[in-house]
């Protein structure tokens, strides 16, 4: 059974960063592309940052320079650093993986508070 679990959510000041990091088990974790999804209320799904298995990464527009993504394959994690955070990055952050097989699957998520 597929398992990822997200941490690192919390309150934090505009301006401030926070590291999440996403465990998965139950899953070939190296040969899956994973994400980091946001969704604040009432608003749409967002893909963040997304890294494929060969280590190449891409952003969305609204967090490039700010946000970067990693994985530890050894652990089985991937991570999200964010810095330079913003009272419009305040959502709920999603670990999503993914397979050229069409495999997906979705954690269920943590909370990013940012506000002054």
């Known amino acids: 059974q597929v398992q990822l679990v997200e941490s690192g959510g919390g309150w934090v000041q505009p301006g401030g960063s926070l590291k999440l990091s996403c465990a998965a088990s139950?899953?070939?974790?190296?040969?899956?592309?994973m994400g980091w999804y946001r969704q604040a209320p009432g608003e749409q799904r967002e893909l963040v940052a997304a890294?494929?298995?060969?280590?190449?990464?891409d952003y969305a527009d609204s967090v490039k320079g700010r946000f970067t993504i990693s994985r530890d394959n050894a652990k089985n994690t991937v991570y999200l650093q964010m810095n330079s955070l913003r009272s419009e990055d305040t959502a709920a952050y999603h670990c999503?993986?993914?397979?050229?097989?069409?495999?997906?699957?979705w954690g269920q998520g943590t909370q990013v508070t940012v506000s002054g």
């Open positions: 999503s993986a993914y397979s050229d097989s069409g495999e997906f699957y």
């Open positions: 139950g899953m070939i974790f190296s040969i899956y592309t």
């Open positions: 890294i494929t298995s060969d280590g190449r990464t």
